[in-house]
């Protein structure tokens, strides 16, 4: 009687196909199905950001997607970042600006500013503020995040 | 000892992990045949428990328990949960039994347990337990339940009121009696909850065939959660390992033992399974503990100089349904009061209420907020009411520097005195305003308001006791490898111990922190500990860190300076050898002598040294270390919808030595964005039958990137002569002092209409109502 | 927090949708989930069928017209919020989607789910009213269009019926260079409005009031046009005082209120944000544009 469903979903470049339930949460399926744990459950009804990952490109919550929704597609999660043990500009930001504390959000934040700044590459801080807007983060108070954003742009721009 | 870590912004040794997603959370640890609980919880506030009918949820597929009160281990049937905190003023404790017993106090209070193969099927099985609840009556406000004929919180209760203590200090009807001036004013306060974006959970793991029980929990220290085990099961303590991996924010909630640990473990032992349970955000709306209301009647006595005589009055607080802190938090608040100000005469009773909502127990800043708030309203008055400038009327009152170490006359809640160590509270106000140019902002203001526009600034002032002991441990230990590791039993959240205590210990052995492991959260790492809540980390596990480090270190130099023949006054200890002084370049490795040090044919210990590179320290303060902080904001208040911004906020801080400006930094803001919540935006609302209404982050509010302001930070640095290391803790400070001084900007915003203030937070739609009754005053 | 079971069905023409939605009970459509998803996690709704629109091709256009611009109901928010022709020709949509959730939401919501869903403080919902909308249901039996007026019945209830779903929205268009103004009051950035107030106008050659179109949603169980002061003000110059006439019909407004907002500020808002909206819309009317 459990509704079943096979799925062939493209994980940070890795092709996978499994059999799930069709009420599986996107987040479930990676966390228990790929184990991939990096994506957090802050609060499984949209509105931490925590469980943020790239679908077909888009930052996404992936509490409120199933898992079947993305057969077929690309999804990107923080475990795709680096590359080679080698962290991305923005990861490396984070790191030198405090930008974390805990690390529960990190990965979801990460994921929603790294596509920000691809489609903003020169933001004002208050553009970064916004686009963060949809990020809670408990511990930092947002301001060593919002700089790591800010100084990740920069350098790209080559200002740093 | 050269110093070449402790006072640097060392980025974090945490980060890469966590950068990564390789962070290792409760949720993230899977188990061989684990299986997956999640509880029925009270959907009333207050109720007799009829009956319980779990035989339909017992027989779904995939179900393999369902545990009530009726099926747990005998000693959770005997025995309620531990009082952490007991103290003789507390006359009227109550406190759970895991899973309710036939009545439920709360809304979210755990019933029943039901253990499944995965967490979709045990929420399905949850909604096919039929509970049949008989509602009693409902203590839904704090201070309604100190009238007479209201409802009892507790069935057999003769009262609401857990405790009554009154904290008094000099004559206090002489200093109101010869005062020129009193004035008085009633408060409310409400705070919120923690509302760490990693819920709690447990993973319990009964190993039937050795009887031993290994629980790993998200908590903020795990020796405690050790200790609450033992009172409730009768387990060997060899056979008891607590674990807490990495920790998703704690603010002072996972400080406590909670009645779903030891049901996950009865549920690993009832099955035969290891059992996980992750609290989902709806559970941890209705049951982590939160802070919530205070009710404040207090008044002040000055001479015509604006001189405090006194203050005194009562504070009724929400304690929630049960007690297991005691009275520590409302009792914190009391004793925070005074502040940097010399009061000569105080007196405080504190009422604690039994009510029907979930358990309060400290929320980062522990009652403080609560308590600043108080006194810099009282000033604030004073200042309006004698027309003086309000930072002039604090500059009147502070405790200058020269009367330390002052005594402030009243009871801490470690039943220490309140002695304040060290600080320079006149300064720290002073850099504060300077920074944000205090002495302009009149003007400023004015050619505001000549526009139409109503901005205001606002200072707080606040005295914190941090590093309350009673100790902390910290064992170091090097490898036969060469590695250099430290243990303790505190316990980080976010906090970066990882590296803060790597940074101290590192500076003994001359290398860098990347030498050092900090462990943290095992109990089978060290024998006691803790843990991490009150900002009591860097000064207790600092300390201790710092002396097992040093003895460490001596050891090392005294078998080197044996092994190379000379004293050991002139071995240096740098980049993992130890090294005789001077040109010749004779040294023995750490690899070396730690091998050396457990013994080696032809070579023998110093008479009296015991083997191995290990030394453990119990660092424990004679009292708590006092930490200030001034924060000044400027707001702009839109009186047409209430609106508030923050232009600026400046804090001024002072937490002793500082381990790592950059961790210290990251403290001070993330505590400031806490305080905006609390001012601005965060408020749990319950119905009138105490059922909580705001139990998503669509209606409870946390403060959110584009709310919070940019918070310029300036240091102080006066070391704590309480200890080897100078320093205090930092990871309150910044909440403490805010909250006031972002509604004291508003207050100031809306002077020019007539608007007083005297409660938080404050919403948009609360300063449009607080215009309209003072424009409905000013027609009166 | 998970959801409770259901059968899941992925339909990819209109006419399987059709034929599933004629076919089987208790049935909800995901389109982006945003709000559904939440209630589903929460368990407030346990449907025994979850169809998916996401599956549906063609459902995702936006076709300008020459008196309206017609977008297909799986439209993603995001989509719009880029959309070159809704910035040139509906400005006021761009603006009002900045305020919409959070751009992980957008990058998954979409206008019919929104409108479906039909949350009174939510912008689209707004944005229907203020551009007369024309709404297309279709079922096994065809399509039939409807006003905005006849597809929003009250608090999170359409008239769509249990075997149809929205496949598009026809939004009226304004002149080149009309005014707009779209003003919210939210506790926190993304947060759902408390109120929230569209304005469209042109302005004839003397400057006056030629067309005009408020929107107030937020304040009662569906969107409110200000149909009366519409009329009334046509000819007036939109000032101060025609700015404050309008505030108070916002005022007046029945208004709700809830366990966080008393309707007293409910209404207060809406007197503040009406003006606020009308003024910006004033600010940008182009004079030399004719109705």
């Known amino acids: 009687m459990k509704d079943l469903r096979t799925i062939s979903v493209t994980v940070n470049g890795t092709p996978y196909s499994r059999e799930v339930e069709t009420r599986r949460t996107l987040a479930d399926f990676l966390r228990l199905d790929l184990k991939l744990t990096g994506t957090h459950l802050g609060c499984e009804h949209g509105a931490c950001g925590a469980c943020t990952v790239r679908v077909e490109g888009e930052a996404v919550r992936s509490c409120l997607m199933l898992a079947v929704q993305t057969n077929g597609k690309s999804v990107a999660t923080v475990e795709g970042l680096a590359k080679d043990g080698k962290l991305t500009p923005m990861q490396n930001q984070f790191w030198e600006k405090h930008g974390l504390q805990c690390g529960f959000c990190t990965p979801g934040i990460l994921m929603t500013m790294t596509e920000f700044l691809e489609e903003n590459p020169d933001p004002t801080e208050s553009e970064v503020r916004d686009a963060l807007s949809g990020n809670i983060c408990r511990c930092t108070g947002y301001q060593a995040i919002v700089d790591a954003v800010l100084a990740t742009a920069a350098q790209a721009r080559g200002e740093q | ?780 | 927090m998970k959801p409770s079971p259901f059968t899941y069905h992925a339909p990819t023409t209109t006419a399987e949708l059709t034929e599933l939605l004629g076919t089987l009970d208790d049935v909800r459509i995901i389109a982006g989930g945003q709000s559904l998803m939440p209630m589903m996690n929460f368990r407030f709704v346990q449907p025994g069928h979850l169809i998916d629109l996401n599956t549906v091709g063609g459902l995702a256009y936006v076709d300008v017209q020459r008196d309206f611009i017609e977008i297909g109901a799986s439209t993603r928010q995001r989509f719009l919020q880029r959309s070159q022709d809704i910035a040139k020709h509906m400005p006021i949509v761009g603006e009002a989607l900045s305020h919409v959730g959070h751009r992980q939401t957008r990058a998954r919501g979409t206008i019919g789910g929104s409108l479906c869903h039909f949350d009174p403080s939510a912008e689209l919902v707004n944005m229907a009213a203020l551009h007369d909308a024309v709404l297309t249901l279709t079922s096994v039996d065809g399509d039939r269009s409807i006003s905005f007026g006849e597809f929003g019945l009250g608090f999170l209830t359409t008239s769509v019926q249990p075997n149809e779903f929205l496949r598009s929205v026809r939004l009226a268009r304004w002149p080149e260079g009309h005014g707009y103004g779209f003003e919210e009051f939210a506790m926190r950035h993304g947060d759902f409005a408390i109120c929230a107030v569209s304005c469209l106008m042109t302005l004839d050659d003397r400057g006056a009031i030629d067309r005009l179109a408020v929107a107030v949603s937020g304040v009662s169980e569906t969107p409110v046009r200000l149909t009366e002061m519409e009329g009334r003000l046509r000819g007036t110059m939109p000032d101060a005082g025609t700015a404050t006439d309008l505030a108070a019909a916002a005022g007046d407004i029945e208004a709700m209120s809830d366990a966080y907002i008393t309707s007293d500020y409910r209404s207060h808002l809406a007197r503040v944000i009406t003006r606020r909206a009308f003024t910006k819309a004033t600010e940008r009317a182009d004079q030399r544009v004719r109705a």
């Open chain 2, 1 to 780: 000892m050269q110093m070449r870590s402790f006072g640097q912004s060392i980025k974090r040794k945490e980060d890469p992990a966590f950068l990564t997603g390789k962070g290792r959370y409760v949720d993230d640890i899977e188990l061989p045949n684990m299986a997956h609980a999640a509880f029925v919880r009270s959907p009333l506030a207050h109720a007799k428990i009829k009956s319980i009918d779990a035989s339909a949820a017992r027989a779904m597929d995939g179900v393999i328990a369902v545990i009530t009160y009726h099926e747990l281990p005998e000693t959770l049937r005997q025995r309620r949960l531990p009082l952490v905190v007991p103290v003789e003023s507390l006359t009227n404790p109550r406190l759970p039994y895991t899973l309710a017993r036939d009545e439920v106090c709360y809304v979210g209070e755990a019933i029943a347990i039901v253990v499944a193969e995965n967490r979709y099927i045990a929420e399905d099985a949850v909604a096919q337990v039929m509970v049949d609840l008989e509602p009693l009556g409902v203590v839904a406000d704090c201070r309604a339940g100190l009238l007479e004929g209201a409802p009892r919180s507790h069935l057999g209760a003769d009262s609401n009121i857990a405790a009554t203590m009154p904290s008094v200090t000099g004559d206090i009807d002489a200093a109101f009696s010869n005062a020129r001036h009193v004035f008085k004013e009633s408060i409310f306060q409400h705070r919120g909850g923690a509302f760490f974006m990693e819920c709690r959970g447990a993973i319990a793991h009964y190993d039937q065939f050795s009887e031993n029980l290994l629980v790993y929990v998200s908590s903020q220290g795990v020796h405690r959660i050790k200790r609450s085990f033992h009172e409730l099961f009768d387990i060997q303590d060899s056979k008891l390992r607590i674990v807490t991996p990495d920790v998703g924010g704690g603010f002072g909630p996972k400080g406590s033992y909670y009645v779903e640990y030891g049901a996950v473990a009865a549920a690993s032992m009832a099955t035969g399974r290891p059992v996980k349970w992750i609290e989902d955000r709806r559970e941890n709306f209705v049951a982590t503990h939160q802070e919530r209301d205070q009710y404040w009647d207090v008044e002040i006595a000055v001479d015509e100089n604006a001189k405090i005589l006194g203050v005194r009055g009562t504070l009724t607080h929400d304690n929630g349904a049960y007690t297991p802190w005691g009275i520590v938090l409302p009792w914190i608040s009391v004793a925070t009061v005074p502040g940097p100000y010399v009061i000569p005469a105080y007196d405080m009773t504190l009422i604690s209420v039994i009510t029907n909502k979930v358990p309060t127990t400290p929320v980062r800043g522990a009652g403080r907020p609560q308590a600043v708030f108080v006194m810099e309203r009282l000033l604030e008055r004073v200042a309006k009411e004698l027309g003086l400038d309000p930072a002039e009327v604090r500059r009147r009152n502070f405790i200058k520097p020269e009367q330390m170490p002052y005594d402030v006359g009243v009871i801490f809640r470690d039943g220490r005195p309140v002695v304040y160590d060290s600080g320079d509270y006149p300064k720290c106000q002073e850099v504060a305003l300077e920074a944000i140019n205090y002495e302009a902002f009149a003007e400023r203001q004015k050619a505001a308001l000549s526009e139409g526009r109503y901005i205001g600034i606002g200072i707080g002032n606040a005295v914190e006791a941090t590093g309350l002991g009673p100790y902390e441990g910290v064992t170091v230990r090097i490898g036969t490898n060469g590695n250099i590791t430290a243990y303790t039993g505190a316990t980080p959240q976010g906090q970066a111990h990882k590296t803060t205590l790597a940074q101290i210990v590192a500076d003994h052995f001359g290398v860098s922190i990347d030498a050092v492991t900090v462990e943290t959260g095992d109990t089978s790492n060290i024998s006691f500990g803790i843990g991490t809540f009150a900002s009591r980390t860097a000064v207790n596990a600092g300390s201790s860190a710092h002396l097992a480090g040093q003895a460490v270190a001596t050891k090392v130099r005294e078998i080197a300076a044996q092994l190379l023949e000379v004293e050991p006054d002139d071995i240096e200890l740098t980049d993992g050898v130890a090294r005789v002084k001077g040109p010749s370049n004779r040294f023995k490795t750490l690899r070396e002598l730690a091998v050396y040090s457990l013994g080696k044919p032809g070579f023998s210990l110093a008479p009296g040294m015991t083997p191995g590179l290990e030394n453990t320290a119990y660092f424990t303060p004679t009292q708590s270390s006092y930490a200030n902080g001034t924060s000044v904001a400027e707001v702009e208040v839109d009186v047409e919808t209430g609106r508030v911004h923050i232009n600026r906020l400046v804090m001024s801080h002072d937490c002793g030595r500082v381990i790592n400006p950059m961790v210290v930094d990251g403290q001070v803001v993330g505590g400031v964005a806490h305080g905006v919540g609390n001012a601005l935006f965060e408020r749990m609302v319950h119905d009138d039958q105490a059922q909580p209404l705001s139990t998503n982050f669509g209606e409870y509010m946390l403060p959110l990137a584009a709310d919070v302001p940019r918070v310029e930070i300036h240091h102080q640095e006066t070391a704590s002569p309480n200890n080897p290391l100078g320093v205090k803790g930092a990871g309150e400070g910044g909440t403490i002092p805010t909250i006031v001084a972002i509604v004291n900007a508003v207050a100031n915003a809306l002077a020019p209409l007539g608007v007083h203030i005297a409660e938080a937070p404050l919403s948009p739609q609360r300063i449009i109502q607080l215009i309209d009754e003072a424009k409905a005053r000013s027609v009166a």
